[in-house]
């Protein structure tokens, strides 16, 4: 037996949600993406992420887990990041826009 334990069990999704984590920035070159946004005036820089697409999409499921936005913190701590709940006519929550901030606001 290999001792499944809680402990052992979070331990390993955590590791496995880190190793995605940085694939995950690598592959949309998300540096890249807020750099553009600063040189082009921008003092901030929006992502959405739907509900709805994380059934299909493993990137999509990955970055509705709330480790996506505490990741990012830990990654770059002097950027600020605001999550806003998208809302569908029902007042049901379909996902959120993350609003990622360089301007001190």
Known sequence: MIGMTQESLAS?????YQVWFERYLRKVDFEKQILNS???GYLRYGMRVGYASAEYDRDAL???DSRFIESLKVKYPDLKFKREPIKNLFSKEIGYNLTISWDGE
């Open 12 to 16: 390993e999704s955590n590791h496995t």
């Open 62 to 64: 990955m970055k509705v």
């Open 38 to 40: 600063a040189r082009r």
